[in-house]
């Protein structure tokens, strides 16, 4: 092969990878996360909205969410380099330039900002601001590196998602949007601890003071624990609220259960390698905990109106 046929193979075989660096600087898997609670929220509220402007406001939420990634692994990016985990990320590996990650997460703070007040409403606009500095400077700059707390504090900004698709689609926060707001919040330090248990020597490694290192595995896992068994109540608000019905209630039930279950052998395993075991699975449960509670409130929504509109038209 000539040398300029491998220059043009080898420009040609990198520019994939480049834009899936920039793709994986907006953390892609936790804005799926975010987008499927965003869309809830506007599925759910009371107020129907053009399908268009409930895309928009979505996508609004997305780049919203990945813009505040981006910021987040700018910053820590000394902290990627020193975890198993983290150091392939773009940042650390070298792939893509701190000032280009940068550059990209303020871009997209503006106009995702921007994009929801001009397809919505102000409210849901403030929202979307709310989350993005509140990840920035409360959780990323001032909480993680300083407090074991930092993941129950700094768990508010990935909690926004469904109230801000709720206000974007009302124009207000209800109870019911605070409800879903809650219920994420409170998720958040089960899960991320279940993950911290099994991954401390990274964390430690790093010096960043997650609860498993600062406290130790019992205190953690104690910790855990009681999450898992206030959430079964706050699981339960929509329906008590009467946003849904008891069809979502006893899916929060069942999964609530489920949840405690896994605490309870978190608790009781020992603090070696079969113990992360434990720790491993229950964080793989969080996350189809929180995405089945959240599919079962459309869910809930269509089957409950189909139902009822059977029986009028009965």
């Known amino acids: 092969m ?45 107020v129907h909205i053009h399908p268009f402007e409930a895309f928009l406001a979505v996508l609004a939420i997305a780049l919203g969410s ?39 997460g303020v871009l997209l703070s503006i106009f995702s900002v921007l994009l929801m007040a001009l397809a919505t409403n102000f409210v849901a606009a403030a929202l979307l601001t709310a989350a993005i500095l509140f990840y920035v400077f409360v959780y990323t700059i001032w909480l993680k590196r300083r407090t074991p707390q930092n993941i129950v504090i700094g768990g508010a900004a990935g909690a926004f998602p469904p109230m801000i698709g709720w206000a974007a689609a009302t124009g207000d926060v209800s109870a019911v949007g605070l409800s879903l707001f809650l219920l994420i919040f409170l998720w958040t330090p089960p899960h991320f601890w279940a993950l911290a248990l099994y991954r401390s020597d990274d ?44 069809l979502y209630g006893i899916v929060a039930l069942v999964l609530g259960v489920g949840f405690i279950a896994h605490a309870v052998i978190v608790w009781l395993a020992a603090d070696d390698r079969r113990g992360h075991g434990a720790a491993r699975r229950m964080f793989k449960f969080s996350l189809l905990y929180l995405a089945v509670l959240f599919a079962a409130l459309p869910l809930d929504r269509l089957v409950v109106g189909r139902l009822l509109g059977g029986l009028v038209g009965g």
């Open 2 to 46: 000539s040398d300029t046929a491998q220059s043009i193979w080898t420009s040609e075989g990198t520019a994939p990878a480049r834009v899936r660096d920039y793709v994986d600087l907006l953390k892609p898997r936790v804005m799926s996360l975010v987008v499927f609670t965003g869309l809830v929220g506007v599925m759910i509220a009371p």
């Open 66 to 104: 990945g813009a505040a990634g981006a910021i987040n692994m700018w910053y820590e990016r000394d902290l990627d380099a020193l975890m198993t985990r983290t150091a392939n990320r773009p940042l650390p590996a070298g792939r893509v330039a701190p000032d280009d990650a940068l550059g990209l």
């Open 203 to 246: 964390y430690r490694r790093a010096g960043v003071p997650m609860l498993p290192v600062v406290a130790g595995p019992r205190e953690t896992k104690k910790q855990m624990l009681f999450y898992t068994l206030i959430l079964v109540p706050v699981a339960l608000a929509p329906t008590l609220l009467g946003a849904v019905s008891w």
